[in-house]
């Protein structure tokens, strides 16, 4: 029922996510207008530019969606609808799942529409419609990790401007990658060391494996055991700042 009542709310305001999609959208649309004269590059080996950039549209996606579970709960905060939510038998873990949800629920609305646009603009996938499924369950994966962050802030500042700045700092991942470039064109030292410990660049290669070299296990793989940890950490951090929201009555 909590996570009903998110998604329903999130129905009701599609036009909360417009300006995350638009964002996305600027990463396809205008990085491959831009950049895609380097996929000439020998180390691209002919692979089409717009599957390359299409994983950061797609990140970018997820982040933005995440900062939504967390403004969800600073709402029901500010209104005392989670303060009402205490006082029943409902386990604290579904109360901080039913915002989370919506925001996989949002967040797989805006996959949808970037991979029709991205088909639209002349997308190629080495793997088909099957590979795209792959792309679209890592992007709700990770989506799913930030939103566990995202509620976890929101619960331990419970306002609305922290929770939004908590997630503007996961941005800076999407840079410190495999953004632009393979990971063998990168010539700064400190930004290689960056991007090897960076768990953003084994999302975006997990992905690229799909659209563009096929089914390579380990790559893909790379990529859901980063979800896996993230995942862990996030949703642990968010069960223990709502336990401790009771706590603090």
């Known amino acids: ?66 900062g939504g579970s967390g403004q969800a709960i600073v ?29 996989m629920f949002q967040l797989l609305l805006q996959t949808i529409l970037i991979i029709l646009i991205a088909y639209i603009m002349g997308v190629e996938s080495a793997t088909g419609v099957l ?7 890592i992007a709700i994966g990770w989506g799913l990790a930030f939103a566990g962050y995202s509620v976890g802030i929101a619960l331990k500042t419970k306002n609305a401007q922290a929770a939004q700045a908590g997630t503007l700092i996961f941005f800076p991942l999407i840079f410190l990658s495999t953004t632009f470039v393979p990971y063998d064109l990168i010539e700064s030292g400190w930004l290689k060391v960056a991007a090897t410990i960076n768990p ?20 893909i793989a790379q990529g859901f055991i980063a979800i896996a940890i993230a995942c862990l950490i996030t949703i642990s951090f968010a069960a223990f700042s709502a336990k401790k929201a009771v706590s603090r009555g």
């Open 1 to 66: 029922m909590l996570s009903k009542r998110s998604i329903v709310t999130v129905i009701r305001n599609p036009f909360v996510f417009i300006p995350n999609l638009l964002i996305s959208m600027f990463f396809l649309v205008v990085y491959d207008s831009g950049l895609s004269g380097i996929s000439e590059l020998p180390a691209f080996e002919g692979a089409n530019y717009l599957a390359f950039i299409l994983p950061v549209s797609v990140v970018s996606a997820a982040i933005g969606g995440a």
């Open 75 to 103: 709402k029901d905060i500010e209104n005392g609808f989670f303060q009402r939510l205490l006082l029943t038998p409902a386990s604290r873990l579904s109360i901080v799942l039913g915002p989370i949800i919506a925001g």
């Open 200 to 219: 953003t660049t084994y999302i975006f290669e997990s992905m690229r494996a799909v659209l563009i070299d096929g089914w390579v296990f380990w790559d």
């Open 131 to 137: 590979g795209m499924g792959v792309v679209l369950l």
